[in-house]
């Protein structure tokens, strides 16, 4: 047995020694979590407002989707979709009848982004083939979603990647200059989020409507951050308004159970034939069952509610760092996606709110980024935001 200081210790030998390094990790082992809160191996409490990467949409082990998950598996754990489950049936429903249309599920963001351009392909007359995205968007690791991702850093050594893509800025002049006769579809996350938390101006998104409209081309939202609740309307579209023609899901679709699904418009989903496209594992019991728990908790909580009061609260705390703090460019709120753009490296900042018990994410070098639970107190907000604001207070300090 290896001499080891702690169980974190311990963790991170296993790993040094038996797990591909592909993930640059924090020296922290968490082991435990509930609510907003989350403990280490050696006993250590962190807030937790970015928990799962923004999958945790509950917090750590939300108690309806723990008892979902432990009845579920004890009855029947995976099916294949050559027969009809349940949970499935019951999940599609939930999600159809808050938004539109059919749905398909897989496991994953990156699954949903593949399907949702299939889809597109498949269902538009033969010769469309273009994509365009955005630059700074995000949408997967997959060849296809990482291609779809406009950001020269995730393409680094994959090249060739795949034809058909085109990228635009943030700007409707651009996109009426690329879109043509060959083009499938416009994707677009709503608010992206890891391209730091870039919230678009109110008539954008109908506008793009429109684009794709006139040039008889598909429009698809990204949801997979936004989606589920996050905005404080059930899906992000429904925030603007703006119907697209498929939205993908993912993240805390399932409340932390892995799960990806894509909804689409009635008349498309015939294109989505036997054969053309598959999910092993998409819309397995286990998560399914998790994914209705994750939606009823949502709906009787009445968490779009809190979700609007806790969006307030975030901003009337840290709206006033702009004019206090010359490191702090900028705030962007939107439901539950916070970001707060700086003048210097973000990342010494999430170091320094992690050494204080506090877990926050630094994206696009500048922005600090969160993704809390839709059920985070006020209590937890303020406590978070108390936290943030002295290391951002020492730091600029430092920088003057």
Same mark, same amino acid.
């Given at each position: 047995? %290896? =001499?080891?200081?702690? %169980?974190?210790?311990? @963790? +991170? /030998?296993?790993?040094?020694?038996?797990v591909i390094p592909n993930y640059p990790r924090f020296p922290v082992a968490l082991v435990r979590g509930e609510g907003s809160h989350v403990w280490d191996a050696d006993g250590k409490r962190y807030?937790?407002?970015?928990? !799962?990467w923004?999958?945790?949409?509950?917090?750590?082990?939300? %108690?309806? $989707?723990?008892?979902?998950?432990? /009845?579920?598996?004890? #009855?029947? +754990?995976? $099916?294949?979709? @050559?027969?009809y489950i349940e949970a499935q049936g019951e999940f599609a429903e939930f999600l159809c009848s808050r938004s539109f249309g059919k749905a398909f599920f897989c496991n994953s963001g990156a699954e949903a982004a593949e399907a949702a351009m299939k889809l597109a392909r498949l269902h538009t007359p033969k !010769?469309?083939? #273009? +994509? +365009? =995205?955005? /630059?700074?968007?995000?949408?997967?690791r997959t060849m296809a979603a990482v291609t779809a991702t406009a950001q020269p850093k995730y393409h680094e050594g994959l090249e060739p990647l795949m034809p058909g893509f085109l990228y635009a800025p943030r700007d409707l002049d651009a996109v009426r200059e690329l879109v043509d006769e060959e083009t499938a579809a416009i994707v677009i996350e709503p608010v992206q989020g890891e391209g730091g938390v870039n919230i678009p101006t109110d008539d954008f998104l109908a506008e793009l409507r429109e684009i794709a409209d006139e040039n008889g081309c598909l429009l698809i939202f990204d949801e997979v951050q936004t989606g589920m609740g996050r905005l404080g309307t059930w899906f992000g579209y429904q925030k603007w308004s703006v119907e697209p023609d498929i939205f993908t899901? *993912? #993240?805390?679709?399932?409340?932390?159970?892995a799960c990806g699904a894509i909804v689409c418009k009635d008349e498309i989903a015939p294109s989505l034939r036997p054969g053309m496209h598959a999910s092993t594992f998409g819309g397995n019991p286990l998560a399914m069952a998790a994914g209705v728990a994750t939606g009823q908790t949502i709906e009787e909580d009445n968490l779009l509610e809190n979700v609007?009061?806790?969006? /307030?609260?975030?901003?009337?705390?840290?709206?006033?760092? $702009?004019d206090e703090l010359p490191?702090?460019?900028?705030?962007?709120v939107c439901g539950m996606m916070v970001g707060l753009e700086l003048l210097v490296p973000a990342k010494p900042i999430m170091l320094a709110c992690m050494e204080r018990g506090l877990i926050v994410n630094a994206t696009q070098d500048v922005v600090v980024r969160?993704? %809390?639970?839709?059920?985070?107190? *006020?209590a937890e907000v303020d406590e978070g935001c108390e936290i943030l604001t002295a290391v951002l207070r020492e730091h600029a300090e430092t920088a003057e």
């Open positions: 047995m %290896p =001499t080891v200081e702690s %169980p974190t210790a311990a @963790t +991170i /030998e296993q790993f040094d020694q038996f807030l937790d407002l970015f928990p !799962g923004g999958c945790n949409i509950l917090g750590y082990s939300p %108690p309806r $989707v723990v008892q979902a998950i432990q /009845e579920q598996a004890a #009855k029947l +754990i995976h $099916v294949p979709n @050559t027969w !010769g469309r083939y #273009k +994509i +365009i =995205t955005f /630059e700074k968007g995000f949408h997967g899901l *993912a #993240k805390g679709v399932a409340g932390g159970v609007a009061e806790m969006a /307030e609260r975030f901003r009337s705390n840290l709206l006033p760092l $702009v490191i702090v460019r900028e705030l962007r969160l993704l %809390p639970a839709l059920n985070v107190t *006020a």
